[in-house]
């Protein structure tokens, strides 16, 4: 595990935006992995983000 980050977004702009935070799916078998990539995907359709951190 690591220690607690930060990050600072450009404040020049000052305009709203979109992030995704993901995990470790923890699988074991391609199940899990099907699924994951299947959330990650609807994130990125759905959210309009900017980045993503994982």
């Given at each position: 595990?690591?220690?607690?980050?930060?990050?600072?977004?450009?404040?020049q702009?000052?305009?709203?935006?979109?992030?995704?935070?993901g995990?470790?799916?923890?699988?074991a078998?391609?199940?899990?992995?099907?699924?994951?990539?299947?959330?990650?995907?609807?994130?990125?359709?759905?959210?309009?983000?900017?980045?993503?951190?994982?």
């Amino acid at each position: 595990m690591s220690g607690i980050g930060t990050f600072i977004t450009d404040a020049q702009n000052n305009q709203d935006f979109h992030f995704v935070v993901g995990s470790d799916s923890q699988g074991a078998s391609k199940e899990p992995f099907d699924l994951w990539k299947d959330t990650f995907e609807k994130s990125i359709n759905i959210a309009n983000m900017k980045f993503f951190l994982y």
